[in-house]
């Protein structure tokens, strides 16, 4: 391998590193993926996204079919077999861990299973990285460019280190037993899914937050919408806490925290989950080598990614000021592979990034909050629609929640759309074309919407901004 120059050598082969090596091949170029794990994917494939989303998957048939005699189907009486909704999430990853293999086949893309680090400026054109693979042994990698795609890991508070009581992302995907009484530390999206989850498996799960509301990074009205669903289906939250403290016992741990109202807070828990934020994984990959100076241990780039060291790009989680999201990463990788081989090339779109966050109900969202629009100086002008309103949403049995449209007076532009409920994160795709295509109310208000579907709310919530919307 010595002798071969790549035109491309990719280190992390998540979803941001994959994508990018895979249409950097597909442009012609020569390209080369190392990934520090035996199985590629990185966090979105084998801790993130699919493991939680095949769990939920099981937590929403177990919910239905808790159930079940409400459509008409009687004798069922459900049982948990936790066992295997670990072996069903197990089963999902396996067949895309195989299929991304099959793809770096396919692309002809040269994989290396290693520890990828730079080892300074590209000479005469030229950068090495060094990868120490799994046998000890050192592979040195020459290529014309560098993509650094390392990924996050999870954080945790000061003082605590994850173990089988307290536990972050990585952990709680392998419990062996479900746990009766569960503490989420932080609501963010990481946060709430698994809440959400472990309610629905039968837990008593409390979620304590530091800011003053869930989904903090939501528009208002959705982070409450959310906080009335939650406590509906009996999860307890805390909002404005402090002085988080967490003592192991037998049983598990006993956290601690200051409420909003300055009293004092216990909850006794089988287990405690750590879920307040990641970050970068940039330690030992050789920045200091380099032009690179990472921001609090984020890499920072340009608009087309790269860094302050020629022929160096960052992609992904390590990428300051973009959102740690799959989406992000991976549409970073396509815009970099499309620099390296001179094609055309859009810049990601902070405004245009769809945010999915996967509880029940759902929610997502695109573009400025009401409070950011006002904040900015639009002038503005908001539609609601309530799904109880959306035949579709009555027949799913899921009609709690509302679509928001945040728009601008002057042109009708829509600036933002919030939505909470039923298939919240599929019919978000509209919206993100909608604000990519720079449509305004008025043209989305005569695009057609297939009857029955949960879209239609799209179609009453954009009416709504005109006070026209049809089903309410
Ligand atoms: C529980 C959870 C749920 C999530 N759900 C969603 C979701 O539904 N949708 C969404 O968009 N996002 C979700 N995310 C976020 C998403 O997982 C990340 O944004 C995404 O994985 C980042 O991709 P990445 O390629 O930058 O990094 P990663 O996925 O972290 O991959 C980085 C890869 O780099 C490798 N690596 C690290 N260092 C080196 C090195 N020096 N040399 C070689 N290889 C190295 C690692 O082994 C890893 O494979 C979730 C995250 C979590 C924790």
Redesign the pocket.
């Known amino acids: 391998m010595a002798d071969t120059i790549f035109d491309v050598v990719v280190?992390?082969?998540?979803?941001?590193?994959y994508t990018c090596a895979i249409r950097a091949s597909q442009y012609g170029l020569k390209a080369a993926l190392?990934?520090?794990?035996d199985r590629?994917?990185?966090?979105?494939l084998l801790?993130?996204?699919i493991p939680?989303?095949a769990m939920l998957f099981s937590a929403e048939l177990w919910d239905h079919l808790k159930h079940a005699d409400r459509y008409g189907i009687d004798g069922v009486t459900p049982k948990l077999n936790w066992k295997g909704v670990l072996a069903r999430k197990d089963d999902v990853i396996s067949r895309h861990v195989k299929g991304l293999d099959f793809l770096m086949k396919k692309n002809k893309i040269t994989t290396f299973k290693?520890?990828?680090?730079l080892t300074g400026p590209a000479k005469d054109g030229v950068h090495t990285i060094e990868?120490k693979l799994a046998d000890g042994k050192t592979e040195t990698i020459k290529a014309k460019k560098v993509v650094l795609?390392?990924?996050?890991d999870?954080r945790v508070l000061p003082g605590n280190k994850p173990d089988d009581t307290i536990l972050t992302?990585y952990e709680i995907l392998k419990i062996a037993d479900m746990p009766k009484s569960l503490v989420v530390i932080g609501s963010g999206?990481?946060g709430v899914?698994?809440a959400s989850i472990f309610n629905s498996f039968g837990a008593n799960v409390t979620v304590i937050e530091v800011l003053p509301r869930v989904v903090p990074v939501e528009d208002e009205e959705i982070s409450k919408e959310l906080l009335r669903q939650f406590k509906k289906r009996g999860i307890d939250v805390y909002l404005s806490i402090k002085d988080t403290k967490i003592e192991k016992n037998k049983d598990g741990a006993l956290v601690t925290w200051t409420d909003a109202n300055g009293k004092v807070q216990t909850k006794q828990a089988e287990k405690v989950l750590m879920a307040v934020g990641?970050s970068p994984?940039t330690e030992?990959?050789g920045l200091e080598k380099t032009n690179i100076k990472p921001d609090r241990g984020f890499v920072m780039t340009n608009e087309w990614m790269e860094t302050t060291e020629p022929g160096v790009y960052a992609?992904?989680?390590?990428v300051g000021g973009l959102p740690?999201?799959?989406?992000?990463?991976s549409m970073a990788g396509l815009v970099v592979a499309a620099r390296m081989a001179g094609k055309y090339a859009k810049p990601v779109n902070r405004l245009r990034v769809p945010g999915?966050t996967?509880t029940d109900p759902q929610i997502a969202s695109v573009g400025l909050t009401e409070a950011q629009a006002k904040e900015k100086g639009y002038s503005v002008k908001v539609g609601k629609f309530p799904f109880v309103g959306n035949s579709k949403a009555t027949i799913v049995d899921s009609h709690d929640g509302f679509v928001k449209v945040v728009s601008d007076t002057k042109y009708g532009e829509i600036l933002g759309v919030h939505i909470i409920g039923p298939y919240a994160t599929e019919i978000i795709a509209e919206c993100v074309t909608a604000l990519e295509l720079e449509a305004t109310v008025e043209e989305m208000m005569f695009t057609i919407h297939a009857h029955p579907t949960v879209a239609e709310a799209l179609l009453d919530g954009f009416s709504s901004v005109e006070g026209m919307a049809v089903n309410v």
Do not use: M
């Not at 190392?34 to 794990?37: C, R, Y």
């Not at 290693?114 to 680090?117: A, D």
């Not at 992609?315 to 390590?318: E, H, L």
């Open positions: 280190v992390g082969g998540g979803p941001a590193g190392i990934d520090a794990n590629l994917g990185g966090t979105c801790w993130g996204c939680t989303k290693g520890f990828g680090k990868a795609a390392t990924g996050s999870a992302n999206a990481v899914e698994f990641r994984r030992g990959i992609i992904g989680d390590i740690q999201l799959a989406h992000v990463g999915c996967y």
